[in-house]
Nanobody, 130 residues
Framework: QVQLVESGGGSVQPGGSLRLSCAASEFTMDYYAIGWFRQSPGKEREGVSCINNSNAKTYYADSVSGRFIISRDKTKNTVYLQMNSLRPEDTAVYYC???????????????????????WGQGIQVTVAS
């Protein structure tokens, strides 16, 4: 049973920073791709960033490239998303997701097996406002 728990969300002013954590239990992340996704009301879910834990390759959406950094701590079985220079349009519920033997998982529909192979966390709110 893959379990993912997000933490670190909250409210911040524009230009500020937050660090999200995605902690895994009941499995080791070593052979999974872990991705961060977000969704705000009225908008489609967007893949933000992901990391292939088998080779440490990282991927970013254009909207966050240069501002967000994804990283991992193998000892803690946790993936982080450092979010800098936050903007009001970054406001959303952020979810982490795990795909076994995945690589770039930012487009779920392009993953072999699609949504059937994705495990999701419960989501965490990030609000960027003055």
């Amino acid at each position: 049973q893959v379990q993912l728990v997000e933490s670190g969300g909250g409210s911040v002013q524009p230009g500020g920073s937050l660090r999200l954590s995605c902690a895994a239990s009941e499995f080791t992340m070593d052979y999974y791709a872990i991705g961060w996704f977000r969704q705000s009301p009225g908008k489609e879910r967007e893949g933000v960033s992901c990391i292939n834990n088998s080779n440490a390759k990282t991927y970013y959406a254009d909207s966050v490239s240069g501002r967000f950094i994804i990283s991992r701590d193998k000892t803690k079985n946790t993936v982080y998303l450092q979010m800098n220079s936050l903007r009001p349009e970054d406001t959303a519920v952020y979810y982490c997701a795990a795909v076994p033997f995945g690589d770039n998982i930012l487009r779920i529909e392009k993953i072999p097996g699609g949504s059937k192979v994705v495990s999701w966390g419960q989501g965490i709110q990030v609000t960027v406002a003055s």
